[in-house]
């Protein structure tokens, strides 16, 4: 650390102020917020959306939107490469070409989406192959190779087929992948990394960490890492920017931040984050409560029987399900593969309790979801809801079973009708099952409005007009307009902020008891999950591999898949740091580099054992669990 080049800055940010010129007036996204990036060091701006966070990234790229403008204050850029001189960003022309060397060249950018930031119709190497050659004097074999050692850098397992390879063909952490190779060829000075592991699975999201940390030492690059995820803040940076409402309000070291906070919105943010050690009964604290309430005709409906909580509800047994996939194409026939989503999996849903389904992306948490709604067939296992076989029923008995199982989806802006109104939106379900006259109908879709605390003079509203966060509770009233005693959570709040998140998920406590409702709730947030969910199921490639009430998993996991999930949670804790040793070895994804007696292979098949305490795991059954089991 005594190296002099990490004290020099490479960019320095002097009270920059954006503002944008819309019809109904200005409005500043960015009020004066000062701060410094060392060579070598990492910097976070933190806060939700619409602090500014990104705006001042796009200000720092020359990438601001046509209505927006630098309106006051300074972006200094100091190239090592250029010792001595000083380049003022905000005065560069737009798309000059000034600003067309910075970018790509000697500033790069990671988005937040990898698949729409990435061209569906060039290959992979093709797009970094551009990058390098618009910024390096690169023959294309010189360029080829450099391009196979970023991928190769970046962790691709096969950079060679990399090269040939489409966006849709990867899976989410190798296209953050490529985008970090495309962001990283040209050896940049400095890295805006603009929410680059939000949308990826926990272990992914580690890997990507790591790999950002390890490419920045490599390279000796400045980091701007944008984020509201304080886990990954406690792990990446070294000094933190609080932002909101364009404005800075609090800045300081990693210990100063998290160990001393002062400012009022930095403890609430602090207070909203799902934390392992929370004590029983302890509640999020959002920034902004919402106050829900019960309308008369909802406490008239089915209420649910205290006497039979704790029976099944829903009970799934040895279910499977494949797939079939056509190699090549239209034009290159090739045999046909199956891939198997989900294999021999078995639970049950208890009435009354939360039921947490967690994994990476492609373990089978969505098709499990599926089969239990009936939009698709398993081809074996059963599947019994209320004692009924969910697999036998047809025409009006499985219209009627799906009125009492309801669905909250992951984006609640795809998921909501751009045409519809919400009242329209809301009220669907009613029409469809011909519940109420108009009058009815318009009462229920008030009284839902209320209990989600959103106000009933909205009715009239479009999506669009509303936050992510008010989608997410406009799908959830219309999951709950048909009073149902079973809903399926499918990542409800994997896209929402922080504070919004805590919001939601207090919600979603507050009607399990006020309604009596029963939740399976899919994640693969488990500090999410840790907070609502009774009992907690762990999926991978497939199948099932631990099932345990919520303090046995995270207390004593036996798996070696669940500890390593585990271990890859970034938490809120400067002094809690990712323990990454069981994910860089790439083995916690794959069955049979499992150990035994957790090990599946072809000539190794083990089922759920029970190890005591309503604790399952999928191993040997011959194994002695005594010394792994507390």
């Known amino acids: 650390m005594s190296n002099p080049e990490l004290n020099r800055n490479v960019l320095e940010v002097k009270n920059l102020q954006v503002q944008f010129d819309l019809p109904e007036g200005i409005v500043r996204a960015v009020n004066g917020i000062s701060f410094n990036i060392p ?30 403008r630098i309106a006051g204050g300074e972006i200094l850029f100091h190239d090592p490469q250029l010792p001595g001189q000083t380049t003022n960003i905000a005065e560069l022309p737009r798309g000059g070409s000034a600003m067309r060397q910075l970018q790509g060249g000697r500033i790069s950018i990671i988005f937040q989406e990898p698949m729409t930031s990435l061209s569906p119709l060039h290959t992979i190497g093709d797009q970094i192959t551009e990058a390098l050659r618009l910024h390096r004097k690169a023959g294309e074999t010189e360029a080829r190779e450099l391009t196979i050692d970023m991928l190769r850098l970046v962790g691709f397992p096969d950079p060679q087929r990399a090269l040939r390879t489409y966006a849709f063909e990867l899976s989410g952490g190798l296209r953050q992948r490529a985008m970090i190779a495309m962001a990283l060829v040209c050896r940049p000075a400095l890295l805006v990394a603009d929410e680059p592991t939000t949308a990826l699975d926990v272990t992914i999201q580690a890997q990507i960490l790591k790999l950002l940390k390890d490419l920045q030492s490599e390279l000796g690059m400045a980091v701007l890492m944008i984020t509201h995820d304080l886990g990954v803040v406690a792990n990446m940076a070294d000094e933190i920017v609080v932002m909101y409402h364009g404005q800075a309000m609090e800045r300081g070291g990693l210990q100063d931040i998290f160990g001393n906070p002062q400012h009022p919105y930095l403890k609430a943010l602090l207070n909203a984050v799902p934390r392992f050690n929370m004590k029983p009964g302890e509640r999020l604290v959002p920034l902004r409560e919402i106050k829900g309430e019960v309308g008369a005709l909802l406490r008239s409906g089915k209420p649910a029987d205290a006497s039979k909580r704790g029976e099944p509800l829903l009970e799934v047994e040895h279910v499977s399900k494949s797939f079939t996939l056509r190699k090549g194409g239209l034009f290159r026939p090739g045999p046909a593969a199956t891939a198997l989503a989900v294999d021999d999996v078995s639970f049950t849903v208890q009435r009354g309790e939360c039921l947490g389904l967690v994994g990476e992306s492609g373990c089978g948490k969505t098709t499990a979801s599926k089969l239990i709604l009936r939009a698709i067939k398993p081809d074996s296992g059963s599947i019994r809801f209320n004692g009924a076989d969910v697999l036998q029923l047809e025409d009006e008995a499985l219209f009627n079973y799906r009125r009492q199982v309801q669905f909250i989806f992951q984006d609640p802006f795809s998921s909501l009708n751009p045409r519809m109104t919400v009242f329209d939106i809301v009220s669907e379900p009613l029409v469809i099952h011909k519940i109420g006259d108009e009058e009815e109908r318009f009462q ?9 605390g959103l106000d009933p003079r909205f009715l009239r509203r479009y999506p669009h007009s509303f936050s992510g966060g008010q989608r997410q509770r406009i799908g959830i009233a219309r999951a709950l307009a048909l009073q149902p005693e079973l809903l399926i959570c499918d990542e409800p709040v994997s896209a929402l902020d922080v504070s919004i998140q805590a919001q939601i998920l207090n919600l979603l406590k507050d009607l399990k008891a006020e309604l009596g409702l029963t939740y399976l709730f ?68 794959k069955p049979a580099a499992w150990p035994r007696p957790f090990t599946i292979d072809s000539t190794t098949h083990p089922r759920m054992v029970d190890v005591g305490q309503g604790h399952f795991v999928r191993a040997d059954a011959s194994a002695d669990f005594r010394d792994l089991v507390a």
């Open 39 to 68: 060579q070598g060091g990492t910097v976070a701006l933190v806060g939700e959306s619409g602090s500014g966070k990104s705006v001042v990234s796009q200000a720092i790229m020359g990438i601001l939107p046509r209505m927006a």
């Open 522 to 589: 899919i994640s693969h947030n488990l500090a999410v999950v840790d907070y609502i969910a009774d009992r907690i199921a762990v999926m991978c490639a497939g199948r099932l591999v631990e099932l345990a009430p919520r303090e046995q998993l995270f207390n004593n996991p036996v798996h070696p898949y669940t500890k390593a999930l585990l271990a890859a949670v970034p938490k809120p804790d400067p002094n809690s740091r990712l323990d990454l040793h069981l994910l860089m070895e790439g083995k916690a994804s």
């Open 444 to 452: 229920r879709v008030k009284e839902l409005m209320s209990l989600v």
